[in-house]
């Protein structure tokens, strides 16, 4: 059969059929999905993987748990979930079980609100593409009484987790080759999400730095420079905001939301506005404004011609439900046209988890006062906020004690970025094993502290400087501990390499 | 700021920066994207919506009731939950519930081995990103049994249903271009995830027609024919097989499946089996052979050469958790260093749904004799089952009882595929309107009957053949009048255009 193949394509040299000859390899695969990186589950997550199993199977190490804080995984980190949320979930998968008498009345009424809008009252039919409808709409209420700007059902796509709606607007917006391929606009450092993206879908990165003197600030003119740069090479198209930041964890000002707003209107680009911390914000005076509120405030020409996508996520806020994949992004000024053709490409992977739709639903419309679960909702997402800005403040307050380690404030979002200083002789070290001098860094300690956290070099930096990304998440004494630990072994090792 | 823009970018004359342009058209727009088609989910069941729509706001029309017998989406279709696993996923969501005394202590035993692998023992956590560990292992105990061959967790990766699996290992196969660019052997008919996640990803798809004379038998002549033909213009590589088909509803013999290996060994083609309805066989004398069963029964050289990814889902078999999204992808013989990017792919989207995978633990691992649950586990399994096998036989005997409808036997999945001759002047009349003929009459069916079926030319079939594909979900009494309902409406069609 192979001999016949061979004969009549016509003798194409490079495509025998040779039995046996091995299909997919490192050569033969897809070269753009072989370039993707991603360091938040890269090679020292790897490690750290490997280094729990071999504790576990009782190998001597010199700790005695392994500390991933290298992901914003809250309840991982012992964050307890919200009640409310849960019950509702749980009525919504065993319907049941409504009549267990500890289950409050405003769950149960959730619960069947959101079954009311499911195939045969089923979590478990498909729901239509964008979403449940009633969920869309309670996002859409949510989102209006954010902004105080009105905000429609139609605009909503649920999603995911907001990854996989931010590579859905992606994937429509890449386009072109050469000179007229898109570009992208991402901050620097960045969530490596986009870089990864960008790299899989063969779009042009273009890279703006946040000023990490002034706070992680985003500066226009840095903006202005990125552009310009790009124009020579690609059609930039694009701008991504990551506010509040990851890694980076400052809070944008509305005046330099308007600014990026003009920017982008200016130069015609799409703003993809990443606010999956919202509702983390801890700083005095921070206050998280969303892009679509100050647009739309911003009135003409702005408001009526930018083209905006904003996301949000159950993964974080004080919810932190990262493992049952929930979000949505709102479209504004988007083309209807092109809006039907987002509404077809999210159809062909059929729907988003319904689960993840209705803990959306309770996020987007938590228990109101004078509800049966109201005082106990509230309580607990205050003590999660407010745990997270004593930890927000804390970490900032042990990082900069430490000679050498240089931390911004955290104002939002689950990081601490901090600014390491690293010896020469450390730099070299690291060059001699092929390693970036910040994996290098955490990479020792791993080893030998066992605390995983995520090289600066993971999510791009200034050259020349060093950082890593932890989270906040830990338990308060125990972050207290990881961060003493951390920066006495940080000491250890600049003595080490001086 | 865009004039200095324009000057610095050297007069790239294509790309002004115009304030206020939009930045995403249709004719901006990624081109890939825009030619992407998913029938399920298209015009057709858009217009079921809106129909649905109009009789909630009280608009007459000749029938009460939208039926969409457009997807496999059983629960929509009345099929009830199974118990046993929602119990374990509404724990797993809320273990306070373990104290409800109507709760089996099997399901909480479950419960508690889940949510032991899970970051902080929650749902909530991200699992690793080929999924928890536990249910890894428990896939592989599954396979084993199944197919009396060894499994390793190691080559389990869990995914948010098999859509999400499928298009993973497409993207890493996809490379080149030209007349290196990868060729996709796909079944014709096919469901319609292949033909969009190919066009998507620009690869190359190659058609070969299944044998509707013969049950849609896959015939390897027809393979080979596609394959020859498909080496004039691109790299042949990858063969896709769906069995128990979809939308045909065969189910394949072994010699057919040995046949298909010889003929990717022969022809260096990675395998990709859609086994998705492994538990949905119901013609007496049909049995389910997964590839990797015959594959490894084969022996040298086949069994140590061909590779093969095999892929299963909760969304379908007797539990029909569609709306959760889970299931896995088994690879074999696959180069471990393009497994590692194989890894390194999902874990950008971070993990799948968690409790998806939690309730794939539950299909993979159910109650054994002896266990709590065990009888009524058994007994609603088996009820569905047999439910759906009445329902196969009573869709062929209704159909081909009517002059112009030719039905296949539907030995497994969910489906039926019948073909239907459509008069002359009504294939002209459809042209007339620029519809597929079988779009045509789909659409008139649904507007004068309320049910909602896929026209063929979703799927594709061959020129000058029209047919259509309805699930056989619905209740049985239901069913049978919805059948009889399509059938008279089909007969009335032709007379109205002969």
Same mark, same amino acid.
């Given at each position: 059969m192979a001999v016949v193949a061979r004969l009549v394509s016509g003798g194409?040299?490079?495509?025998?059929?040779?039995?046996?000859?091995?299909?997919?390899t490192l050569e033969t695969m897809n070269p753009a999905v072989r370039r993707v990186e991603y360091a938040v589950r890269g090679p020292i997550v790897a490690r750290a993987l490997q280094l729990e199993k071999e504790l576990k199977e009782g190998v001597t190490k010199p700790f005695s748990e392994v500390i991933?804080?290298?992901?914003?995984d809250a309840h991982a980190m012992g964050q307890t979930p919200i009640t409310f949320l849960r019950q509702v979930a749980a009525l919504c998968l065993c319907p049941e079980l409504m009549a267990d008498s500890s289950i409050p009345s405003d769950a149960r009424d959730r619960a069947r609100r959101v079954l009311g809008s499911c195939g045969g009252q089923s979590i478990g039919s498909y729901s239509a593409s964008p979403g449940l409808e009633v969920v869309r709409e309670d996002v859409a209420r949510y989102i209006e009484r954010r902004d105080g700007i009105p905000a429609r059902a139609q605009d909503i796509f649920l999603s995911t987790g907001a990854s996989d709606a931010i590579v859905s607007v992606l994937k429509l917006l890449v386009s072109g080759s050469g000179r007229s391929r898109t570009g992208v606009l991402i901050p @620097?450092?960045?969530?490596p999400l986009y870089s990864a993206a960008l790299t899989e879908l063969d779009a042009h990165q273009l890279s703006y730095f946040l000023n990490e003197e002034q706070g992680w600030a985003l500066d226009v003119a840095e903006l202005q420079r990125a552009v310009t740069e790009g124009r020579k090479h690609c059609r930039p198209r694009v701008l991504c905001i990551i506010n509040p930041g990851n890694p980076t964890g400052q809070v944008q000002s509305r005046e330099c939301i308007e600014d990026v707003i003009k920017f982008a209107y200016e130069e015609n680009l799409f703003l993809m506005a990443d606010e999956v911390y919202q509702d983390n914000v801890y700083a005095e005076g921070s206050e998280f404004h969303a892009f679509k509120k100050v647009l739309m405030q911003m009135g003409p020409p702005y408001s009526e011609s930018v083209e905006l996508a904003s996301f949000h996520s @159950?993964?974080?806020?004080?919810?932190?439900?990262?493992?049952?994949r929930g979000g949505y992004m709102e479209v504004v000024n988007m083309n209807p046209a092109v809006k039907d053709q987002l509404a077809k490409l999210v159809s062909v992977r059929l729907c988003p988890p319904v689960l993840g739709q209705a803990v959306l639903d309770v996020v987007v419309d938590p228990p109101q006062p004078g509800d049966p679960s109201y005082e106990r909702f509230q309580a607990e997402k205050t003590a999660v906020l407010s745990a997270l800005a004593k930890k927000a403040q804390l970490t900032q307050e042990i990082f900069n004690k430490t000679p050498g380690i240089h931390c911004n404030p955290?104002?939002?979002?689950?990081y601490s970025f901090p600014r390491i200083d690293l010896p020469p002789r450390a730099v070299a070290a690291a060059q001699e094993q092929g390693q970036a001098p910040d994996m290098f860094f955490c990479m020792r300690l791993l080893e030998e502290t066992g605390i995983c956290v995520v090289p600066g070099s993971g999510f791009g930096q200034r050259e020349g400087t060093y950082h890593f990304r932890m989270t906040i998440l830990p338990p308060t004494e125990k972050l207290q501990i990881l961060l003493e630990k951390l920066s006495s072994f940080y000491t250890k090792f600049v003595r080490e390499f001086s």
């Open positions: 194409l040299g490079d495509s025998p059929a040779v039995p046996g000859t091995p299909v997919l991933k804080a290298n992901i914003g @620097i450092p960045q969530y @159950i993964s974080k806020g004080y919810m932190g439900e990262c493992g049952l955290v104002q939002g979002a689950m």
